[in-house]
């Protein structure tokens, strides 16, 4: 497979260990592929200079409260970040040059945006993956308080992370101690593939979708749900041979799941197909 130079570089960029990974570049090069014409630096350059404004606005004593009060001053006062709650289901929330540009994003990408700025400020910080509402976390000992960028920086607590899930799931998901945990950055960019391959489905934009698709599976090549994902849509599209490949790997891997009596009825179809 002949791979766009958007996705070369996210490749080069993935390969290295995960704690060197640069969040940013890699979420420039998957929204490379949306804008071919994306410079990265561009970008990268404009979050160093916001961490150079931010810095002038850091307290004099160092306390991570304090400096997360600056850091939310800076980004939803000065700056006018904001949640985009009135097109949230825009893939262009998900593109980071979008969301620096527009100053408006979903949780994961404004997340991003805080996490560039604390990191350039040497104030180590982490993505916080939970269900379906992304925070993040001053990685600080015996401080457990996490930020919602998506809510102008507002600081959380473990019961206020209970009420946000009660709000989205309606008492369905109760809080777990692994939802409040540090995600690693390939954890990171396959929620927000994840996300983009959600949205390109329910826009009907199949190519988008295996796009995505594709990157996750450069992140993590044993993903079997995402080789399902990839054969269904193969399938849908009539790309049989494709189809029949990741369907029988998903089967390989996941052989007594509980969708396996109806990927068995398509492998059957598909070979049903070929035949005639």
């Known amino acids: 497979m002949e791979f766009s130079l958007a996705r070369q570089r996210f490749y080069q960029e993935i390969q290295q260990a995960d704690a060197t990974i640069n969040l940013a570049a890699a979420a420039l090069y998957i929204a490379q592929e949306a804008y071919p014409d994306l410079d990265p630096e561009v970008y990268l350059n404009a979050l160093d200079v916001m961490a150079s404004e931010a810095s002038e606005r850091m307290p004099a004593e160092p306390y991570p409260l304090k400096i997360i009060q600056a850091l939310n001053c800076y980004l939803f006062e000065d700056l006018k970040f904001s949640g985009n709650s009135l097109d949230y289901y825009n893939p262009r929330n998900s593109f980071l040059n979008d969301v620096i540009d527009n100053r408006m994003g979903i949780p994961i990408t404004l997340s991003l945006v805080y996490l560039e700025i604390a990191k350039r400020l ?145 492998l059957q179809q598909i070979e049903d197909w070929r035949g005639n």
């Open 122 to 266: 040497d104030f180590p910080m982490a993505g916080v993956g939970m269900p379906g509402h992304f925070l993040i976390r001053p990685l600080v000992e015996d401080m457990t308080v996490l930020v919602d960028p998506f809510h102008q920086g507002e600081v959380m607590f473990e019961e206020d992370c209970q009420t946000r899930l009660q709000q989205i799931f309606g008492g369905a998901v109760q809080l777990q101690p692994q939802f409040l945990e540090p995600i690693q950055s390939k954890q990171f960019l396959v929620r927000m593939l994840t996300n983009l391959k959600m949205l390109y489905i329910k826009r009907e934009e199949i190519p988008q979708a295996l796009a995505a698709i594709e990157r996750i599976l450069l992140l993590f090549p044993d993903n079997a749900r995402e080789l399902r994902d990839r054969g269904l849509l193969y399938f849908h599209t009539g790309r049989l041979i494709e189809a029949r490949q990741d369907l029988e790997s998903y089967l390989n891997v996941q052989p007594a799941g509980e969708d396996a009596p109806q990927i068995l009825r398509i």
